[in-house]
């Protein structure tokens, strides 16, 4: 009796995280009501492999209001931008373990390049990006500063990053082989 509680207890709360992935026009609809009295913060990212530095980033860009819209890349958009091999975790489940953070309150797949469309669309009152931006390359900033807006580029924590984690991984497999070979 006790597993099945446990199991019903775990499938609840996935769903109740599941609730933050909506399409773009169902989380504009969701805003709606809330844009008057807080304030909208909006980053987005390929989040693959999720790390501390990802988690940092997202903690530190919902302090700078009350609501975080986080726009992700689809699968496609990933390959575009980063290779063939990438990503390594697919949408659905990059996007079920983002739900699981307290950080962020809505998560709107896209599938074009970058995200201007989606931000000129959820029109938030600060646009965040890590600081491998610099403010001119920040893409929606003219966006968001236009209705009055303010756009950050935020230092980003050192030693994490995706592609390093995977270039890590890969050695070690290839250390393993090579030792065993040996």
Do not use: W
Not at 121 to 130: F, H, N, R, S, Y
């Amino acid at each position: 009796m006790e597993k099945t509680a446990t199991f019903v207890h775990n499938v609840m709360h996935i769903d109740n995280h599941a609730q933050k992935i909506v399409d773009c026009e169902t989380c504009i609809a969701l805003l709606r009501p809330r844009r008057e009295r807080e304030t909208i913060v909006f980053t987005n990212g390929c989040f693959d492999l999720l790390h501390p530095g990802h988690v940092d980033l997202l903690e530190r860009a919902r302090a700078f209001g009350h609501i975080l819209v986080l726009g992700l890349n689809t699968d496609s958009s990933v390959q575009r931008l980063k290779g063939p091999s990438r990503p390594v975790t697919p949408l659905a489940d990059r996007a079920l373990v983002l739900s699981g953070l307290s950080s962020v309150d809505y998560i709107v797949a896209f599938d074009e390049d970058t995200p201007f469309e989606l931000i000129s669309k959820i029109a938030p009152d600060v646009l965040i990006k890590g600081g491998d931006y610099t403010l001119d390359q920040i893409v929606g900033r003219d966006v968001v500063e236009q209705r009055g807006g303010t756009v950050y580029s935020l230092p980003l924590l050192p030693g994490y990053s995706t592609t390093a984690t995977i270039a890590r991984i890969l050695q070690r497999i290839a250390d393993k082989d090579s030792a065993t070979e040996s």
